[in-house]
């Protein structure tokens, strides 16, 4: 079964990367799904609780995902808020499998044992650790960092694989060292991206006085990490990249002189089913309905921006850009499976 899988998104992704290449019809292979923008916690840098979004109807969910799956979308993020929070959350699991979907959920886990044996169709879990217990709680608000970690071991426990996202906020490299610990620990992977800003799913603006070469040395310290074989899932290119990015304040910015695959090899769609190119364009270019429009003839194939260190945007654009290299690491990890 699982070499299936792994057939069916290798099948979608070479489908998606052709597309891409040759400059052919938009082709996403990955969507990411926001079912809902509710959720019981309050990040520091997160919006989405504040976004008073519509949320769509089972009916309209299923319809949803049935064009995304025409589109020839393989790979399905549930995310939020907290997609937890949705008491039809295991329906929309199972339209999505009925569908052939490889399905991820990205959850705090705060909700999970309530869940706990009724998960089993989910192929991959995100969460989120933002460093120690004391530097979590500054990020995310007071909660039982216990139950978390309790989370990922059930999952690791039914032989599921979960990665957690850490959001790096003030550059401590104390804080990465005691999540690779944690994570060789109770046996489970990290990804580490930076805080955006200037968009509309997140609440802060960047600090003016932001320790540029502090910020250079975390990313080269968790590049050598990476070599050295921490159970980090981002690739190495991932992290040169971040070392060498010029100025940590600005997330994004359009160079007409790169692409940006967004919308072409990947996409977002927020609670409403309005799709946009990636989470980080969201207000900043007009949305596409997909319930009433076709994605691969309203696409424009423009993007406000063409290069940025959004964490899975940009490691999405790695993989089209430098593929042989970031497949093999996706593959490793079990990302692409």
């Given at each position: 079964?699982?070499?299936?899988?792994?057939?069916q998104?290798g099948?979608?992704?070479?489908?998606?990367?052709?597309?891409?290449?040759?400059?052919?019809?938009?082709?996403p292979?990955?969507?990411?799904f926001?079912?809902?923008?509710?959720?019981?916690i309050?990040?520091?840098?997160?919006?989405?609780?504040?976004?008073?979004?519509p949320?769509?109807?089972?009916?309209?969910?299923?319809?949803?995902?049935?064009?995304?799956?025409?589109?020839?979308?393989?790979?399905?993020?549930?995310?939020?808020?907290?997609?937890?929070?949705?008491?039809?959350?295991l329906?929309?699991?199972a339209?999505?499998?009925?569908l052939g979907?490889?399905v991820?959920?990205?959850?705090?886990?705060?909700?999970?044992?309530?869940?706990q044996?009724k998960?089993?169709?989910?192929?991959?879990?995100f969460?989120?650790?933002d460093?120690?217990?004391?530097?979590?709680?500054?990020n995310?608000?007071?909660?039982?960092?216990e139950?978390?970690?309790?989370g990922?071991?059930?999952?690791r426990?039914?032989?599921k694989r979960?990665t957690?996202?850490?959001?790096v906020t003030?550059?401590e490299?104390?804080?990465?060292?005691?999540?690779?610990?944690?994570?060789?620990?109770?046996?489970?992977?990290?990804?580490?991206?930076p805080?955006?800003?200037?968009?509309?799913?997140v609440l802060?603006t960047?600090?003016?006085?932001l320790d540029?070469q502090?910020a250079?040395d975390?990313?080269?310290?968790?590049l050598?990490r990476?070599?050295e074989?921490?159970p980090?899932?981002?690739s190495?290119?991932?992290f040169?990249?971040?070392?060498?990015?010029?100025?940590?304040r600005?997330?994004?910015l359009?160079?007409?002189?790169?692409?940006c695959?967004?919308g072409?090899g990947?996409?977002?769609?927020?609670a409403?089913?309005?799709?946009?190119?990636?989470?980080?364009?969201?207000?900043?270019t007009?949305?596409?309905n997909?319930?009433?429009e076709?994605?691969?003839?309203?696409?424009?194939?423009?993007?406000?921006?063409?290069?940025?260190?959004?964490?899975?945007?940009l490691e999405?654009n790695?993989?089209?850009?430098?593929p042989?290299?970031?497949?093999?690491?996706?593959?490793?990890?079990g990302i692409?499976?």
């Amino acid at each position: 079964m699982e070499v299936f899988k792994t057939l069916q998104m290798g099948l979608a992704y070479s489908q998606s990367l052709l597309s891409y290449k040759t400059d052919g019809t938009p082709r996403p292979f990955s969507a990411s799904f926001v079912v809902s923008n509710r959720c019981n916690i309050r990040c520091s840098y997160c919006n989405f609780p504040l976004m008073k979004e519509p949320e769509l109807t089972l009916q309209q969910v299923e319809t949803l995902l049935k064009n995304l799956k025409q589109m020839g979308v393989m790979r399905l993020g549930l995310l939020g808020g907290e997609p937890l929070y949705r008491k039809d959350i295991l329906d929309i699991i199972a339209i999505a499998k009925h569908l052939g979907f490889f399905v991820s959920l990205n959850s705090n886990l705060l909700l999970y044992d309530k869940f706990q044996d009724k998960l089993n169709d989910i192929d991959y879990f995100f969460t989120s650790l933002d460093g120690t217990p004391e530097r979590h709680v500054k990020n995310r608000g007071k909660q039982d960092y216990e139950k978390v970690l309790n989370g990922i071991r059930d999952i690791r426990k039914r032989g599921k694989r979960i990665t957690a996202i850490c959001v790096v906020t003030d550059y401590e490299m104390a804080d990465a060292d005691y999540l690779i610990d944690l994570s060789e620990k109770e046996d489970f992977t990290l990804h580490f991206q930076p805080e955006c800003f200037d968009t509309e799913i997140v609440l802060r603006t960047a600090d003016e006085h932001l320790d540029q070469q502090k910020a250079r040395d975390f990313w080269t310290k968790l590049l050598k990490r990476k070599r050295e074989g921490a159970p980090l899932t981002s690739s190495e290119e991932y992290f040169s990249y971040l070392a060498n990015w010029h100025d940590y304040r600005q997330s994004a910015l359009h160079n007409p002189n790169t692409r940006c695959a967004a919308g072409l090899g990947y996409l977002f769609v927020d609670a409403t089913g309005t799709a946009y190119p990636c989470a980080y364009t969201k207000g900043k270019t007009t949305g596409i309905n997909l319930l009433e429009e076709n994605w691969q003839q309203a696409f424009k194939r423009k993007t406000p921006c063409t290069q940025c260190i959004v964490g899975p945007m940009l490691e999405f654009n790695l993989l089209f850009e430098k593929p042989v290299s970031s497949v093999f690491n996706a593959m490793k990890y079990g990302i692409a499976q």
